[in-house]
């Protein structure tokens, strides 16, 4: 089949990172526009907005939007307006009634939306579902820790209302979390630290409860220094083990063990969502921002030291 043709939006960290990359080795995309205020793409057209791209979208069906939450829904809203499938970077959008009302745009419009979760495309995670499936879940506990400065230099959205703090890489946790558990845990307590003059957590620990009574906690810290830590160590009646580097692998007794098929996270999203809009399907988990919510919902906010780029 021929790659189809399409924009990406937002030429910012993640979009150099890993979406251009992931649409040009794609053998169902080719990158036809870029839309920036600030930035361009070699080789492809380049627009300054929305409104500008849409005036003239040449052959392009589809759309990528991997700006910050905030400022993609007007994007995401005026996409679909215009006829076109959508596929949003985590997390999804600023509210849930906003992703709701987002979703029932599409189905009336009849195009794709895929809200996309990029580390549940981690090659361990199906493995990691499979053997707590198989097993009785006693305690899980998500480690997730990066340096803000290297994940996100200079980018204050990350600390302003609308966004995430903390749970913009927490998300990511909560996204995996959501489809290895047949059952989405539920959480019971929150303890946030929010810098001094800033309006989003560093850091937080989270306490979840599920029915069939495993223990589950987690820490999200933006204050690590070197390597993220991207963790979740899984206890079961029939062993330990952990899925480590965001859902990339699994460790047994301190050693990776090989997984078949391992092909990086942003290579299966473009691949999904060509599956997607091929099928005239959508996809599109609210689970990982409902969790986020409810966490925002019950925390105990401490005032911790400033934090400074
Ligand atoms: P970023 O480097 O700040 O880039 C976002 C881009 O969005 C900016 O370069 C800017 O592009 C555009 N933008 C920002 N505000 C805008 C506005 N008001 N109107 C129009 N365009 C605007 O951020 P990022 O790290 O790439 O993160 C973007 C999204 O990807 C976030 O949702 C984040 O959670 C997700 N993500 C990030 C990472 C990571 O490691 N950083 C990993 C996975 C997912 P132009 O100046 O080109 O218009």
């Known amino acids: 089949m021929a790659p189809m043709p399409i924009a990406l939006a937002g030429i910012g960290k993640i979009a150099r990172d890993e979406h251009i990359p992931a649409l040009i080795d794609s053998p169902d995309w080719r990158l036809d526009a870029a839309i920036s205020r600030s930035a361009s793409v070699d080789g492809v057209r380049n627009f300054s907005d929305i409104d500008e791209f849409l005036a003239d979208p040449g052959e392009v069906r589809t759309v990528a939007l991997a700006l910050p939450p ?13 006829g076109l499938n959508v596929m949003l970077e985590k997390p999804p959008a600023p509210t849930l009634t906003e992703l709701r009302n987002l979703w029932s745009l599409a189905q009336s419009r009849g195009v794709t939306l895929y809200a996309s979760w990029h580390s549940r495309m981690g090659a361990a995670v199906e493995e990691t579902r499979r053997r707590i499936a198989e097993a009785r879940l006693r305690r899980l506990r998500i480690d997730w820790r990066e340096d803000v400065r290297q994940s996100h230099p200079g980018q204050d959205w990350v600390w302003e209302p609308g966004n995430l703090g903390v749970f913009d890489p927490g998300i990511n946790a909560f996204s995996i979390l959501a489809v290895i558990l047949d059952e989405t845990p539920h959480l019971t307590s929150c303890r946030m630290e929010i810098p001094e003059g800033r309006q989003m957590p560093i850091a937080a620990d989270l306490d979840f409860a599920t029915v069939a009574g495993a223990e589950i906690s987690g820490r999200l ?18 062993g330990t083990f952990a899925l480590t580097r965001s859902g990339s692998a699994v460790e047994v007794d301190g050693a990776e063990i090989s997984l078949d098929g391992s092909v990086a996270e942003y290579p299966l999203v473009y691949k999904r969502l060509a599956e997607l809009v091929r099928a005239s ?6 689970r990982p921002m409902t969790l986020t919510a409810d966490a925002f919902l019950i925390a105990e906010r401490r005032v911790g030291a400033p934090f400074e780029w």
């Open 70 to 82: 905030g400022p993609r829904m007007a994007y995401a809203r005026k996409a679909i307006e215009a």
């Open 221 to 238: 810290d933006w204050r690590h220094d070197g390597d993220p830590s991207w963790r979740m160590e899984i206890e079961t009646d029939r």
């Open 281 to 286: 399907e959508s996809e599109f988990d609210l």
